[in-house]
């Protein structure tokens, strides 16, 4: 069998195309793309060329509208045994290639090229073409016959040559075919076949044949014909041809001349649009497949049989009403087709049927169809078990992946992975289940699996590690939940086999292991705020924060963000971490040699890491980078370089798989059955760099503990503010937040102002004064028992300390910069350095209570003089001293004195010494 | 009973929701595959097919070899498919009209989501007996 044929076959003139000498192959392919615009050569412009020596046998030849078509085959073929029942498998010329500078000597081309011909005994017209002719080879003058020197000369010059050469070859050849039928039907031949060659043994036999002889002639003649462009004269022919066939029962030649004669319809009605024409063709090939199968002889069935011309014949007509879009019909013939693949004998054949079978299918846009064709085809191939025949396998199968949607990534063209992104970039938890299905459509894991095995086993045997890496990749990342552990571990040693025989660095579009999701992309800590600097105002921060008790106000918020994805900033030169999830599902320890956050927008400093992941076992691990330069920054993913291969891993692909899992499309949730907790789905933020920024960083001097302070305490302590950036900061302003705010008595303002600018590396220090506050009832509680036990109560309470906010900023940039774009004002930060004050309760009032006493009054002694009433008491020295009278009244009824006592009954608990001043004060006077 | 039959249910979105090998014959993994790829091949002449009649039975659509597909579509564009190698034309319409009230039953489940695998063990053990009666 041969491929590629259709109905018009029969009319192509085949020629070989030979290279004479050593010609580089890129230069061949080269010169056989310029032949190979002159397949059809009119007849109207050969005519320069041709002689009529004789009366030309075809009276009918079309000289203005008819052609002659060629077929070059590159490198030729062994002549077939059919030739003389079909003449257009004859190689009725033979073209040499010649390229001059690598063969000089032109007596030794001709040699070459005389003795590749001699297995053309068929061919009728020879010529050699000889292209960049050297000076000395122009010069020579000798005249050798059927070589052709090209001058050189630029393409399209060249081109002209061999056109006007390929005219001289066509004319030739009609002069051939004239003298050729002139004496066949003056003599005759005896034409046979592989079919009756054995009928030479016997003599009844041979008598038929004779009988046979004038049919066979005119069929032949008829094909000549055609190969002549002349369909008239063809049909007349095969008209004859087919009553003599029929009468002496010779249906192989009948139906050969069936063929040509639909040919020569074809060919007369070219460019005809008609029905008839069409019912005409399907009539007479139906007929000439019955007839082929008719001539099925049973004795020589082991040896030769004619159903390679049955199936030819009904892939003629397939692919002729293919063109016709008569679908139900064509599945039909190439059904009854794939079923004539069990009779043929060589598997060559089988191998040529499907390939045609595959591609019709293809054509008719059954893409299953020509996937499964063309797997049984690799099959074949894989029979062979030698390395180009793996080669075509794994060519042929690789062709397959995308109807059984087991592409590799690098054969996906760029369009259809962005159309794959819109559902992606949807997900917002509200992705519809039918859109989900669509993403898993298809999904035939058992077939999937084969055909991956089958990719994987031929690149092995190929010799492509690429491949073979590619394959089995993607068969152990997508179905390792089919896979036996014994398996897992066979194909990641495949992976490190295929590694080992690529060089290093080695990228491959598929990703294997690990299975990689965001886990979170931290936020930037208090201590690295930005805010947003409205430079009309002074206070340039305030509006940036939500202002007053409500979280959301409807002022502040701008237009909502696309998508409800957050926004992230980075700033150049900061690092910054992101939080990814690994996990291993498989049944071996993966080790990961390096990996990395993979940024698209090439602005962003990545910094590897190398990860062992035992088996079933799911990691959270910090990926970390720089930003360097100022603009958007993409995080599609992560690089890997795991088995010896540098592969991508989207987040957007584990995301689908996720999804797929929960909807039960999925086989499996790689991070579930690791034992690995289900995640809300993270997305990846917006992200935007922006130029350097200022950086305070902050700690109290003396330590960055809690500041303990006793009720009432008054201390000073001094905060050390340090730019760790590189922008100097210009502007900087301290204000209190949070609880107890009163506590801090006074800020330091001055100096920082004094410091500014402060530098890059410069440090500030401010001294603060701070006063503990009161604790309130159920705190002062706490703190006792605290106290008591031994703990001292140092733990601080968020929430009820004061937080000092410094709001700094950079320069404000070019002035006119800032009229031109108001946005471009770089932004200010805040730094929140919280005071962790701990206060712990001192002296605690337990209880008071007034005393009375009586004394006896010594008349006469006169309280003494009230100068010295507001003089300061201890409680120690209340009752005693010489200012007692102050307190003493006399009861003028019964001669005493009355004297009252104020007790109070203090409390110390802690471990300190405290000095007590008692002070009166106006509301709480005494008696 | 057939020696070899494999019956496949293809949700609308051309993935296979429940597979069964239900032939007699000895269960050889590389012929089961071969019966999987064979229906796979066979959608797109049903694809075509299923719109050029009203029937849900569409006899035997496709063949290879000596294996016969034949396919029943339902209203809601599921396909089910069976691989056989038998001329029982009656008895596999009345198996797949069987299959089909099975499968309404399955549809009629609030927690099986339309187009997700079949996993109920008592749909497979009935099927199973439907293809020991009809096949």
Redesign the interface.
Do not use: N, P
């Given at each position: 069998m041969e491929p590629d044929v259709s109905i018009e076959t029969s009319c192509m003139i085949r020629i070989a195309v030979l290279p004479i000498g050593k010609v580089p192959p890129p230069l061949l392919r080269d010169y056989h793309s310029m032949l190979l615009p002159h397949h059809t050569i009119p007849l109207s412009t050969i005519s320069s060329f041709y002689t009529e020596h004789q009366k030309s046998p075809f009276a009918h030849q079309p000289w203005d509208t008819g052609s002659l078509q060629f077929k070059f085959l590159l490198g030729g073929s062994p002549p077939s045994p059919w030739e003389d029942f079909q003449p257009y498998r004859k190689f009725l010329s033979v073209i040499g290639i010649c390229h001059c500078p690598s063969s000089p000597d032109l007596d030794h081309v001709i040699d070459q090229f005389n003795a590749a011909c001699k297995i053309y005994t068929s061919a009728l017209v020879l010529r050699c073409f000889a292209f960049c002719p050297g000076n000395s080879q122009l010069d020579d003058g000798k005249k050798r016959e059927n070589l052709v020197l090209f001058p050189p000369a630029d393409r399209t010059m060249q081109e002209f040559h061999l056109h006007t050469m390929m005219q001289d070859i066509a004319a030739s050849l009609l002069m051939e075919f004239e003298k050729w039928v002139l004496q066949a039907e003056s003599s005759g031949t005896l034409l046979k076949t592989p079919l009756d060659s054995q009928a030479t043994l016997s003599s009844e036999e041979v008598i038929k044949a004779k009988k046979r002889r004038l049919a066979r002639a005119q069929k032949t003649i008829g094909d000549y014909c055609l190969l002549a462009g002349s369909p008239v004269d063809a049909n007349a022919h095969y008209t004859t041809a087919l009553e003599l066939a029929r009468l002496t029962a010779d249906y192989f030649w009948y139906a050969g001349a069936l063929e040509g004669s639909v040919c020569a319809i074809l060919v007369d009605q070219i460019g005809q649009k008609d029905t008839g024409v069409e019912d005409e063709v399907r009539y007479r090939y139906n007929n000439v497949i019955t007839h082929y199968r008719k001539s099925f002889i049973q004795d020589n069935v082991q040896r030769v049989s004619p159903i390679t011309f049955e199936l030819e014949a009904t892939l003629k007509l397939a692919r002729f009403l293919c063109r016709r879009k008569l679908?139900?019909e064509v599945?039909e013939l190439l059904?009854n087709a794939?079923?004539g693949a069990?009779s043929l004998i060589d598997a060559n054949d089988r191998l040529i049927l499907y390939v045609e079978i595959a591609r019709l299918?293809g054509t008719l846009g059954?893409?299953?169809?020509a996937?499964?064709?063309s797997?049984q085809v690799a099959q074949l191939y894989l029979q062979q078990e030698n390395r180009f025949a793996a080669t075509s396998a794994m060519q042929v199968l690789g062709m397959t992946t995308k109807a059984?949607r087991v592409q590799s990534r690098a054969s996906i063209t760029k369009h259809s992975i962005s159309n794959e992104t819109e559902p992606g970039n949807a997900d917002n938890g509200k992705l519809h289940?039918l859109l989900v299905?669509?993403l898993?459509?298809?999904?035939?894991s058992?077939?999937q699996m084969?055909v991956l095995r089958e990719i994987l086993l031929s690149a092995v045997r190929a010799g492509d590690p690429l491949a073979a890496w590619s394959a089995a990749a993607r068969l152990l990342r997508s179905y390792y939940p089919l896979i036996t552990p014994a398996g897992q571990n066979g194909l990641a040693s495949a992976l490190k086999s295929a590694a080992e025989r690529l060089p290093s660095g080695t990228r491959c579009a598929d990703p294997a292991l690990p299975f990689i999701r965001v886990y979170s992309f931290p936020l930037h800590p208090s201590q690295m705020d930005i805010v947003k600097r409205n430079p009309a105002r002074e206070d340039w921060w305030a509006g940036s924060a939500p202002s007053g008790p409500f979280i959301y106000t409807p002022f502040s918020k701008g237009e909502p963000t696309k998508n409800g994805k957050q926004d992230l900033v980075w700033i150049v030169g900061e690092p910054v971490q992101v939080f990814v999830e690994l996990a291993n599902p498989c049944g071996f320890d993966l080790k990961v040699d390096n990996i990395y956050l993979s940024v698209q927008s090439g602005n962003f400093d990545a910094f590897p890491l190398s990860v062992d992941l035992p088996t079933n076992s799911s990691e959270v691990i910090m990926l970390s980078g720089i930003p360097t330069s100022v603009g958007r920054v993409e995080i599609p993913g992560c690089t890997v370089h795991c088995f010896g291969v540098i592969t991508e891993h989207l987040f957007r692909d584990v995301d689908n798989l996720l999804l797929g899992a929960a909807?039960?499309?999925v086989l499996s949730d790689p991070f579930r059955c690791c034992g690995s907790p289900r995640l809300k789905n993270v997305s990846v933020p917006n992200i935007s760099v922006i130029p350097p920024l200022p950086l305070l960083v902050s700690h109290v001097v003396g330590g960055d503990g809690a500041i303990v302070l006793y009720e009432g305490e008054i201390r000073d302590v001094w905060i050390n503010l340090a730019n760790a950036g590189t922008i100097a900061v210009e502007q900087a302003h301290i204000s209190l937040s949070g609880k107890n705010q009163d506590s801090v008595i006074s800020i330091g303002y001055e100096k920082l102002k004094s410091a500014l600018p402060l530098k890059p590396g410069a440090e500030v220090t401010i001294p603060l004064t701070l006063k503990a506050w009161q604790l309130g009832l159920g705190e002062s509680d706490t703190a006792a028992g605290k106290g008591v036990s031994g703990s001292m109560g140092r733990t601080v309470k968020d929430g009820c300390c004061p937080s000092l906010l410094v709001h700094y900023a950079g320069s404000l940039g070019d002035a006119r910069d800032l009229e031109k774009n108001k946005t471009s004002v770089p932004p200010g930060r805040r730094l929140i350095v919280p005071l962790q004050i701990c206060v712990l309760q001192g002296l605690s009032f337990v209880k008071a209570r007034l005393l009375s006493m009586e004394i006896p009054a010594y008349v006469g002694e006169s309280p003494s003089n009230p100068a010295n009433v507001d003089g300061n008491h201890s409680n120690k020295a209340v009752g005693y001293g010489s200012k007692i009278e102050r307190l003493v009244k006399i009861d003028p009824f019964r001669g005493s004195w009355g004297l009252r006592f104020l007790e109070l009954e203090m409390s110390n608990p802690t471990d300190m010494v405290f000095e007590c001043y008692m002070q009166r004060c106006s509301r709480t006077e005494l008696c | 009973m057939t020696s070899t039959a494999c019956f496949i249910i293809v949700s609308r979105n051309d993935i296979p929701i429940y597979e069964a090998e239900v032939g007699s014959a000895a269960k050889r993994e590389d012929a089961a595959q071969l019966h999987q790829f064979v229906l796979h091949a066979a959608l797109d002449i049903v694809q075509d097919l299923a719109w050029t009649t009203s029937a849900m039975f569409l006899k035997a659509i496709d063949r290879f070899n000596d294996l016969v597909v034949s396919v029943y579509v339902t209203a809601g564009h599921t396909r089910f498919m069976l691989l056989h190698d038998s001329r029982n034309e009656d008895g596999i319409k009345s198996f797949f009209q069987e299959v089909h009230e099975l499968y309404i039953k399955i549809l009629l489940n609030p927690l099986y989501l339309p187009g997700s695998r079949i996993t109920s063990s008592h749909f497979d053990t009935k099927v199973r007996a439907l293809a020991r009666k009809y096949l």
């Open positions: 679908i139900k599945v059904t794939a079923d069990k299918f059954y893409q299953r169809k996937a499964f064709f797997r059984y289940h299905v669509s898993f459509e298809s999904q035939w058992t077939l084969v909807q039960g499309l | -």
